[in-house]
């Protein structure tokens, strides 16, 4: 089981119904943002650290990056969201804390996906939000 994060924003009212060109735009920017401002989250969470977090024994106590490599975006205008993906690797449900394995060992995971997810909805949506709402209400007026 791959680790998957998504994000969906659904617009509701009068101005979404009516709004148009300016609308849709306005969606497919907020999402992009939401995009680039996961990818940034993802980035610096998943950071490879000198303390040899994230290593194989294969690797040799060298940190590749690897896994912050594969965490892949990709947005959808249709289905308005977002979704972040590790691209299936075989360890990415462990890394995750969502593995069987992780019952039975004492690492539970470092919870990347959930923690991304958290602080997108939490911190940058509503002030995401507000910012694309307020160009929307120049655009198409109140």
Sequence with gaps: MAARLGIRVKFDGPIFEKGGAPV?????????????????????????????VYLSVQQGGKSTGNYRRVVQKSIS????????????????????GTSRRNLTTRFKGYRTFRRVRDWLEKKAMPVLLKKHMRRLEREVGR
């Design 77 to 96: 205008v249709k289905s308005k969201g977002v979704t972040f993906t590790d691209g299936n690797v075989v360890y990415g449900s462990w890394l995750e």
């Design 24 to 52: 849709a735009n306005m969606m497919r920017d907020l999402m992009r943002e939401i995009g680039e401002k996961g990818e940034e989250r993802f980035a610096a969470t998943l950071r490879p650290r000198p303390s040899g």
